[in-house]
């Protein structure tokens, strides 16, 4: 049985669950532990198996269209992503430089992303807002230090983000990438987390990313320069995991950016990721508004 866990807002009340059966409904597990309310705290007490098979058959007491959606785990300790990480990205950049021998790396902030479904932001202060479909490690086992052949099982599941970037911010500092990857609501993770019970299911995975329609990225995770065990063994050297810690690990090539003219969103444009064996995470793009007067 696939295991999709969320987690959402209901009259203003986060709460978590697992996806029916038919994927319409919510089973609500939160409203039901006194001593485990949020999916971050499941992963960390090592009870998602346990709730699944205690509660997954159960009716669903709530309509998946009926809650907003957040990222599956909301308040993770940490957000990673992995920059260039698909061979023909890096030939992208025509700048006829050698595959890297690490991955490159930057943060993003809680902030920055929203839900399946919520809107996107388009900053008002940039006409360059960009999209990149990518797939997500949910962190299910702390460690530093992991070995590679190990690293695997450390990963409770697969979500999926639309790592919305901003272009000319991107180019703001010399040797970073922050201010164009954080604008508040510009991205996207969900629409939820689908279990991992085997480190099998973590091969072989496809990403596409589609905008109003059109497939504009694809690509597997056999072209990765960086597969996900390399990843997490490399960033555990320096950082400690932590359950509910999120990596986003790298977009195919085909963003807005690479078009000639640049296909940029804009308000209106619809964008839907899609994960093999995981989902689809689609955002409506809507004009951020006009800033206000300093205060």
């Not at 058959?57 to 709530?62: K, Y």
Request: a negative charge.
């Amino acid at each position: 049985m696939t295991m999709q866990f969320v987690s959402y807002l209901r009259d203003g009340q986060a709460g978590f669950g697992l996806m029916s059966g038919d994927g319409l409904g919510i089973i609500e597990l939160g409203a039901r532990l006194a001593d485990c309310a949020t999916l971050r705290l499941a992963i960390e007490m090592d009870r998602l198996d346990a709730l699944a098979e205690k509660y997954g058959a159960r009716a669903a007491d709530l309509d998946a269209a009926a809650v907003t959606l957040l990222s599956p785990v909301p308040q993770p300790d940490k957000i990673l992503c992995v920059g260039v990480n698909y061979g023909e990205r890096n030939a992208e950049y025509k700048d006829n430089s050698d595959a890297p021998k690490y991955p490159s790396l930057f943060l993003r902030t809680p902030g920055t992303v929203v839900g399946h479904r919520v809107p996107l932001v388009k900053p008002a202060v940039s006409d360059q807002f960009d999209y990149e479909g990518e797939i997500v490690l949910v962190i299910g086992k702390e460690g530093r230090h992991i070995p590679e052949d190990r690293a695997l099982e450390h990963v409770a599941g697969l979500s999926i983000a639309n790592e919305g970037s901003v272009r000319d911010w991107l180019r703001h500092g010399k040797f970073n990438v922050t201010q164009g990857k954080n604008f508040e609501r510009s991205g996207s993770i969900g629409p939820w987390m689908t279990r991992v019970g085997s480190p099998r299911e973590l091969q072989g995975l496809t990403v596409s990313t589609r905008v109003n329609g059109e497939l504009r990225q694809q690509d597997t995770t056999d072209n990765m320069m960086f597969p996900f065990a390399r990843l997490i063994h490399y960033i555990s050297t320096f950082a400690r995991l932590l359950p509910g810690d999120l990596i986003l690990t790298g977009t195919p090539t085909g963003a807005g950016a690479r078009f000639d003219p640049p296909r940029y969103l804009k308000a209106g444009d619809v964008v839907r990721v899609e994960v093999s064996g995981v989902g689809a995470l689609e955002n409506e793009v809507v004009d951020e508004a006009a800033p206000a007067a300093a205060r």
